[in-house]
T-cell receptor, first 115, second 114 residues
Framework: SAVISQKPSRDICQRGTSLTIQCQVD?????MFWYRQQPGQSLTLIAT?????????ESGFVIDKFPISRPNLTFSTLTVSNMSPEDSSIYLC????????????FGQGTRLTVV | GDSVTQMEGPVTLSEEAFLTINCTYT??????LFWYVQYPGEGLQLLLK?????DKGSNKGFEATYRKETTSFHLEKGSVQVSDSAVYFC?????????????FGQGTTLQVKP
């Protein structure tokens, strides 16, 4: 199984600023994903991070607000731009090693509070 | 569209009680089904999975059977412990998706009292 490390684990940010979250996997993975977990709610997929190309965003999420990078097969970043209190959430990185029938692994998440 | 519905929580049980957390799904094709657990202050961990109809996933005393006829994947445990207190998420992976993205239910909080 892959081990996923996220940094920072938590942060308190001022509205209008941006925060970049890093996700490091200890082995090469095929797919990487970013999820948001708003307080008391389930996980919602923000985007699939594609290695060497633009991320694929889900409905309701846009690149200008959540730019994503994936420079190689083990690393990805998510930036939350121009933050507002509504962006206060846990952001989770996920990875999957194979193409089919393999489970996804999750990082411990980044707890973001925007004040 | 594809979706997962879980019973609302919190579910509060005494230690050694029997646990059932209901999960039903709507999906096109033949999804794989998962239960993830999130302990306080931690990330999600895969608890068990089933990839086709009638498969039973099991781990740490938890079980769930993939029921295609009722589109369900209920989580059960015969005797819960205080350490089982966590949030449990049912999820599906769409078979037609080449990225394997997961769709999650809303989560069910389990509180086990000694």
């Amino acid at each position: 199984s892959a081990v996923i490390s996220q940094k920072p684990s938590r942060d308190i940010c001022q509205r209008g600023t941006s925060l970049t979250i890093q996700c490091q996997v200890d082995s090469q993975v095929t797919m990487m994903f970013w999820y948001r977990q708003q307080p008391g709610q389930s996980l919602t997929l923000i985007a699939t991070a594609n290695q060497g190309s633009e991320a694929t965003y889900e409905s309701g999420f846009v690149i200008d607000k959540f730019p994503i990078s994936r420079p190689n097969l083990t690393f990805s970043t998510l930036t939350v731009s121009n933050m507002s209190p509504e962006d206060s959430s846990i952001y989770l990185c996920s990875a999957r090693q194979g193409i089919s029938n393999t489970e996804a692994f999750f990082g411990q998440g980044t707890r973001l509070t925007v004040v | 569209g594809d979706s997962v519905t879980q019973m609302e929580g919190p579910v509060t049980l005494s230690e050694e009680a029997f646990l059932t957390i209901n999960c039903t799904y709507t999906a096109t094709g033949y999804p794989s089904l998962f239960w993830y657990v999130q302990y306080p202050g931690e990330g999600l961990q895969l608890l068990l999975k089933a990839t086709k109809a009638d498969d039973k996933g099991s781990n740490k005393g938890f079980e769930a059977t993939y029921r295609k006829e009722t589109t369900s994947f209920h989580l059960e445990k015969g005797s819960v412990q205080v350490s089982d207190s966590a949030v449990y998420f049912c999820a599906l992976r769409i078979s037609s998706s080449n990225t394997g993205k997961l769709i999650f239910g809303q989560g069910t909080t389990l509180q086990v009292k000694p």
